[in-house]
């Protein structure tokens, strides 16, 4: 899935995209490449780490 599909996946279902990670993040959708945004939430007890599948079923609930 692209990003642009997925972030306004997020805006038409009431989410708010953060740019950054930090506790006011509730979730991080991570692919095959996440890189030092997924570290840096790993340190964050209150961030939920998804993958794509996480999300999508999230998305249709």
Known sequence: MKRNDA??????NGGRLLSSVSANLNYLVVGEAAGS???KAKKIKS?????????????RT
């Open 47 to 59: 961030v939920k780490i998804i993958n794509e599948l996480e999300f999508l079923n999230m998305i």
């Open 7 to 12: 972030e306004k996946m997020v805006e038409d």
């Open 37 to 39: 945004k997924l570290e």
